[in-house]
């Protein structure tokens, strides 16, 4: 996505009104910044844009894991003896660079990440990753429920199934991008309250303890636990925020397979509802048994979604070096370095910082809440049209509005008539009254 940063906006915003970024006063930079923002909501929503739609994305429904895909959450996972990087290679789901990088320290002993989630008694689950060799060929997966451990040797090399222990199954499967996903089921006891999953390192699908090498580990992506019996009715739902991805704003299609490997995806059909995306479908396709959509079974994991992503935030209070912030917190930054020193933007916090870690030192725990390049135009001329309005200009207001009009119609225009891009039409079919697209 093309973007820009808000201090380009505003400092476009302030040419127009004839007020000096310099000379901006809090009262004056407050009373934009709203407005702006009443505009974000509205010009955001205008359609499914191409730079704000994902199409095609991995995700994984009624996952009890977070951060499945990046291991070098040190919030959610826990490292012993290894290193982890996050974006390190291709995945084989959708393609993008987001699996995790496994490398061994030179420290005598296990060499592993793991997570804690809650767990039920009595209960079937299936645990599943992605993995890929990097100097080392086996894993082994290990699901604890306080009293057994359930677990499984791979060779995710050869693609083969080691020594296991009281997992009800096991599987592996080969994948894209020399990728192969290992999966156990297996049941927890009577007394299980919590589960502590591991996916840990092997020398030769045996030894777990051994001294690391630096230069040898795997690749993992797509850590994932699901409940497959007692499941509630909102088990296998996508949330608009999940930990770890994109805030979803709007669904528009979801797939059981890849779309952007196969002719004819299948749909996977879902419910909207207020914490997310139900999905209901099963993994054989949009129907279930007799023509009927199944409600109560698993869905394919991982489904692939088209969606445009939520809004960014456009507002914060100024950043304290003195303060610590908390995952999902905006601050109002002023840059002290580099060529865009004394600019102002606004920063999400993505997990948690002590006081002094700021965007420039610390990038890893902020992400910028830029504009996309194509709409920075429309809120800006729709922003100062408001403005105008507020202040009684009327008549200039009404050209404003114009102008952020035609801007949005030049936008369509060169997204339907000169890239070519023809989003599909959704309709529905008096049999299934499901989503279908044409």
């Keep these: 996505m093309r973007t820009t940063p808000y201090s380009t906006a505003l400092s476009q915003l302030c040419g127009l009104i004839g007020v000096p970024t310099s000379r901006l006063t809090t009262e004056l930079a407050s009373s934009l910044n709203t407005l702006f923002n009443a505009n974000v909501r509205q010009v955001w929503g205008a359609g499914n844009w191409p730079d704000l739609s994902i199409w095609g994305e991995a995700r ?42 496994l490398l061994e320290t030179v420290t005598n002993g296990q060499h592993k990440v793991a997570q804690t989630v809650t ?11 992605y993995a890929r060799p990097n100097g080392r060929n086996y894993i082994q997966m290990v699901v604890n ?3 057994t451990s359930f677990s499984t040797f791979f060779d995710v090399q050869a693609g083969t199934i080691g020594t296991q222990a009281n997992v009800t199954s096991a599987n592996i499967q080969q994948c894209p991008n020399g990728f192969f996903l290992c999966t156990i089921t297996f049941t927890t006891g009577t007394a299980c309250t919590s589960l502590a999953y591991s996916v840990g390192i092997s020398t030769d699908g045996s030894t777990v303890s051994y001294a690391g090498d630096v230069t040898k580990g795997v690749y993992l992506w797509g850590n994932l636990i699901v409940q497959q019996t007692n499941v509630s009715p909102n ?10 991805e994109k805030v979803i704003d709007v669904l528009f299609q979801a797939w059981v397979d890849n779309p952007a490997m196969v002719s004819y995806p299948r749909p996977q059909g879902f419910v909207v509802t207020t914490e997310g995306f139900q999905m209901i479908s099963t993994a054989g396709g949009f129907m279930g048994t007799n023509g009927y959509v ?48 004394g600019t102002s933007d606004y920063w999400k916090c993505l997990s948690a910082t002590t006081a002094g870690q700021d ?37 200039k207001a009404a050209s404003a509005y114009q102008t952020a009009e035609l801007k949005k119609l030049n936008e369509w225009d060169r997204i339907e008539r000169q890239m070519p891009d023809n989003f599909q039409v959704n309709v529905y079919t008096h049999v299934t009254s499901q989503n279908r697209s044409w």
Excluded at 124 to 129: G, L, P
Excluded at 373 to 391: H, M, N, P, R
């Design 60 to 101: 994984f429904a009624g996952n009890l894991l977070t951060y499945p895909n990046d291991v070098a959450q040190t919030s959610n996972w826990t490292a012993t003896n290894v290193t982890a990087t996050a974006n390190s290679i291709n995945n084989p789901a959708d393609n993008r660079v987001t699996a995790s990088k």
């Design 119 to 129: 767990g039920f008694p009595s209960t079937d689950y299936q645990a599943s990753v």
């Design 145 to 147: 429920d306080g009293t």
């Design 235 to 244: 088990q296998f739902i996508v949330p608009y925020d999940q930990t770890g």
């Design 294 to 341: 199944s409600y109560n079974t698993n869905p394919a994991n991982p489904v692939y979604l088209f969606y445009r992503r939520a809004p960014y935030t456009y507002a914060g209070d100024t950043f304290s070096a003195t303060a610590t912030y908390v995952a999902g917190q905006y601050v109002y930054y002023t840059r002290t370095t580099g060529a865009q020193t």
């Design 359 to 395: 965007p420039e030192d610390t990038p890893s725990k902020w992400e910028l809440q830029e504009l996309p390049e194509a709409l920075s135009g429309i809120l800006v001329w729709q922003t100062f049209g408001d403005w105008l309005t507020q202040d009684g200009q009327m008549e």
